[in-house]
């Protein structure tokens, strides 16, 4: 867990949401298609608070939790900034394994939105998950972001001195296996974990959910730069038409594993 507040403390992760849009704009379509019109919410692994500044823009109760005591602080800082802190029942630093200061059923909706991507252990998978289903409340629907493990194998196909040790065949068969990644050039992303995407809804309904939709929060994550630019020089409702386009197509299962992160929505049960 130290190796992780390292990252994050050094790392700007309300950048990088500013950076990639798209991820931050699927996601937040198909959480407002799904969450009732108010209630209480847990933003479980929320890092700087992204997320639960805007759900507390839209007038929910909100309780955000991270590992990283620096994310914590900017999150209350940009609360406060915001005039938005009545909306805030509390700013923890906490392991998603364990939320020991929250009771059991507090929470009509819950998100978690970073943290199965540093579980690299099975069971502390389902401890994570486990706390989620302890803390929603029955009927309460659940967000979880996971990242497809084919979408690592073909990043580092792609580029893959920019993704040691996966510059070689032997290394990527392994994590083809294993899901476990652990970066070889210091400072770079933590120990992480990929799930293959035929396993996701079944490990969320071992934990004590019914599956609604598993989505792709970031198919343009297969355009590169120049693409981008490309699209960007003909003009701002050319980028809007294909960031509503990649919205439509986020739930068609056959472009899952080209998606950076996907995004699990379920109801407990």
């Given at each position: 867990?130290?190796?992780?507040?390292?990252?994050?403390?050094?790392?700007?992760e309300w950048?990088?949401?500013?950076r990639?849009?798209?991820e931050?704009?699927?996601?937040w379509?198909?959480?407002?298609?799904?969450?009732?019109?108010?209630?209480?919410i847990l933003?479980?692994?929320a890092?700087?608070?992204?997320y639960?500044?805007?759900?507390a823009?839209?007038?929910?109760?909100?309780?955000?939790?991270?590992?990283?005591?620096?994310?914590?602080?900017?999150?209350?800082?940009?609360?406060k900034e915001?005039?938005?802190?009545?909306?805030?029942?509390g700013?923890y630093?906490?392991?998603?394994?364990?939320l020991?200061?929250?009771?059991d059923?507090?929470?009509?909706?819950?998100?978690?939105?970073?943290?199965?991507?540093?579980?690299?252990?099975e069971?502390d998978?389902i401890?994570?998950?486990?706390?989620?289903?302890?803390?929603?409340?029955k009927n309460?629907l659940?967000?979880?972001?996971f990242?497809?493990?084919?979408?690592?194998?073909?990043?580092?196909?792609l580029?893959?001195e920019?993704w040691?040790?996966?510059?070689?065949?032997?290394?990527?068969?392994?994590f083809?296996?294993?899901?476990?990644f652990?970066?070889a050039?210091e400072?770079?992303?933590?120990?992480a974990?990929?799930?293959?995407?035929?396993?996701?809804?079944p490990f969320m309904?071992?934990?004590?959910?019914?599956?609604?939709?598993?989505?792709?929060?970031?198919?343009?994550?297969i355009?590169?730069?120049?693409?981008?630019?490309y699209?960007?020089?003909?003009?701002e409702?050319?980028?809007?038409?294909?960031?509503?386009?990649?919205k439509?197509?986020?739930t068609?299962?056959?472009?899952?594993?080209?998606s950076?992160?996907?995004?699990?929505?379920?109801?407990?049960?």
């Open positions: 867990m130290s190796k992780i507040i390292n990252y994050y403390n050094q790392f700007d950048g990088r949401l500013e990639e849009p798209i931050f704009q699927v996601n379509h198909y959480i407002k298609k799904y969450l009732p019109q108010s209630g209480r933003d479980n692994g890092g700087p608070g992204k639960s500044l805007e759900l823009k839209d007038g929910y109760k909100v309780t955000l939790t991270d590992l990283t005591p620096k994310l914590v602080e900017i999150a209350k800082s940009k609360a915001l005039d938005l802190e009545r909306q805030f029942d700013f630093t906490a392991d998603a394994r364990e020991n200061m929250i009771k059923e507090q929470f009509d909706s819950s998100l978690m939105l970073g943290p199965m991507y540093h579980l690299q252990k069971n998978r401890m994570a998950v486990k706390e989620l289903h302890r803390v929603t409340r309460g659940v967000f979880v972001a990242m497809p493990r084919i979408r690592h194998i073909l990043t580092s196909l580029s893959p920019n040691k040790p996966n510059n070689n065949m032997d290394t990527i068969l392994q083809s296996q294993s899901g476990c652990n970066h050039d400072g770079r992303f933590t120990g974990y990929y799930f293959n995407i035929e396993d996701i809804n309904e071992a934990q004590g959910f019914e599956t609604l939709d598993l989505i792709g929060s970031n198919a343009g994550a355009l590169n730069n120049d693409s981008w630019n699209w960007r020089d003909k003009g409702q050319e980028v809007k038409k294909i960031i509503d386009l990649i439509e197509k986020a068609d299962p056959y472009i899952l594993g080209i950076s992160h996907l995004l699990y929505i379920g109801r407990k049960k």
